[in-house]
């Protein structure tokens, strides 16, 4: 089945610690997207990547770090300079020539 | 600045009643619009977008340039059709494909 996976789906994470979500996918999709979304604001752009190698900052940007050493995965650290990371992640895929995005079925994390 | 306006974050109709969902935007250029639907323990999924000029699942969506709007309308409504929804925008090859997501709202069909 092809797809995209994002784990774990629940993360609980101390204060000042980092903590990297994984978003993986097997759609052969270039770009990948991470968005946080929180209840009343929708979703909001962290970071995207059009290409291997390339990312681009979004709307929300501070505090978050990303990778995009191969063209399947994308992961999110998330880290202790982020001020408020309790939120859910949703990561997802496109092809770059447009269309629609595929989603992740997300991970929540807590911070403790 | 592009921008994606759900002005109701709560919308409640019975069963059998029609249904629109606000979507009003802000972009200078053509953009392209999306409705994405989320339902209960599911993952976030497209619905329609513009382009396509198709009806998913009973819905269907204009986009009125002049209004600047793409709201989303059922005749009518079915309890399945509970969800959030969410309109987005993306400015195509101008904007490397980012879609920006409105606030959403919630549909409730009621029995």
């Known amino acids: 089945d092809g797809g995209i996976t994002q784990s774990p789906k629940y993360l609980f994470r101390k204060e000042g610690q980092n903590v990297t979500l994984s978003c993986e996918q097997n759609?052969?999709?270039?770009?990948m997207y991470w968005y946080r979304q929180d209840p009343g604001q929708g979703l909001r752009l962290i970071y995207y990547?059009?290409?291997?190698?390339?990312?681009q900052k979004g709307d929300i940007a501070e505090g978050y770090s990303v990778s995009r050493e191969k063209k399947e995965s994308f992961p999110l650290t998330v880290t202790s300079a982020q001020k408020n990371p309790t939120a859910f992640y949703l990561c997802?895929?496109?092809?770059?020539?447009?269309?629609?995005?595929?989603f992740g079925s997300g991970t929540r994390l807590t911070v403790v | 600045a592009q921008r994606v306006t759900q002005p109701e974050k709560l919308l409640s109709v019975f069963k059998g009643a029609p249904v629109e969902l606000k979507c009003n935007y802000s972009?200078?250029?053509?953009?392209?619009l999306f409705w994405y639907v989320q339902y209960s323990r599911q993952r976030l999924q497209l619905l329609l977008r513009?382009?396509s000029r198709e009806s998913i699942k009973g819905f269907t969506a204009d986009l009125n340039k002049g209004e600047t709007s793409f709201h989303l309308k059922k005749p009518f409504a079915q309890e399945e059709d509970s969800a959030m929804y969410y309109c987005?925008?993306?400015?195509?090859?101008?904007?490397?494909?980012?879609?920006?997501f409105g606030s959403g709202t919630r549909l409730l069909v009621r029995p």
């Open positions: 759609l052969n999709h270039d770009a």
């Open positions: 972009y200078s250029g053509s953009p392209e």
């Open positions: 990547s059009q290409i291997v190698n390339d990312f």
């Open positions: 997802a895929s496109s092809i770059s020539a447009g269309g629609g995005y595929t």
């Open positions: 987005a925008l993306s400015g195509g090859v101008d904007s490397s494909y980012k879609l920006i």
């Open positions: 513009h382009i």
